[in-house]
């Protein structure tokens, strides 16, 4: 494991042979960003966000949380997607879980974590939902499904929110894709939940403006 100073000095031998490979690389990234996909991804290190894409610096607006949750009074979350979609206008959003979450496996025992078991509620209503179908799995299969539902569950929470739904009343066009990351291949999964308009959304969630509630 390397020294706090080991970490500088390879930041400055990056950043080095970044300019050897392209001279005015750090000139056009201080510029502006103009990312046109915004990633809401885990906080695990072995899933870094632009490299399993390919993706240089200042192509993609990065948000990580554990187990990718995106949750309506997380306003850490909410202001980085209003941000990319009032600000930046991303195309699109993309939620993108892992096979094998800790978090995952976390809100699936009985075990304390900590602070962290509040935030992991949110996976435990989703294993609820779906507990008929999940208890017939055994356990890696179990925790490999709740990944995959807990992605989609994200989703349809993005297009519930005020930001998406205004940006499509404007016209505006943004995508929701949701994803899974297979640590063990490096191979991204789509799980074929695309939301592209207020009709994926269920009714009760449609904001239609503000309104006074007496």
């Not at 750090?26 to 490299?51: H, M």
């Not at 995508?175 to 207020?198: E, F, N, P, T």
Request: net charge negative; with cysteine.
């Amino acid at each position: 494991m390397p020294e706090i100073q080991e970490l500088l000095n390879r930041n400055r031998q990056w950043a080095k042979e970044q300019t050897n490979r392209d001279p005015e690389f750090f000139t056009r990234l201080s510029k502006q960003q103009k990312p046109e996909y915004l990633w809401i991804g885990c906080s695990d290190s072995r899933v870094p966000a632009n490299e399993i894409v390919g993706m240089a610096p200042g192509e993609l607006f990065v948000h990580r949380n554990i187990a990718n949750v995106v949750n309506h009074t997380d306003f850490n979350c909410l202001s980085v997607m209003q941000f990319a979609v009032e600000v930046l206008q991303v195309k699109h959003i993309i939620v993108c879980g892992h096979y094998g979450c800790g978090g995952v496996r976390a809100a699936l025992s009985h075990d304390e974590f900590g602070f962290v078991d509040n935030w992991l509620r949110a996976i435990k209503e989703i294993y609820i939902k779906y507990q008929g179908d999940l208890d017939q799995l055994d356990e890696k299969s179990r925790v490999r499904r709740l990944c995959e539902l807990n992605v989609m569950e994200q989703t349809i929470n993005l297009a519930k929110t005020k930001c998406v739904q205004r940006a499509w009343d404007h016209g505006q066009d943004l995508k929701i894709h949701g994803w899974i990351y297979d640590i063990a291949d490096g191979i991204i999964h789509d799980l074929c939940v695309d939301m592209h308009c207020r009709d994926t959304v269920p009714e009760i969630f449609h904001i239609l403006g503000k309104r006074i509630v007496r």
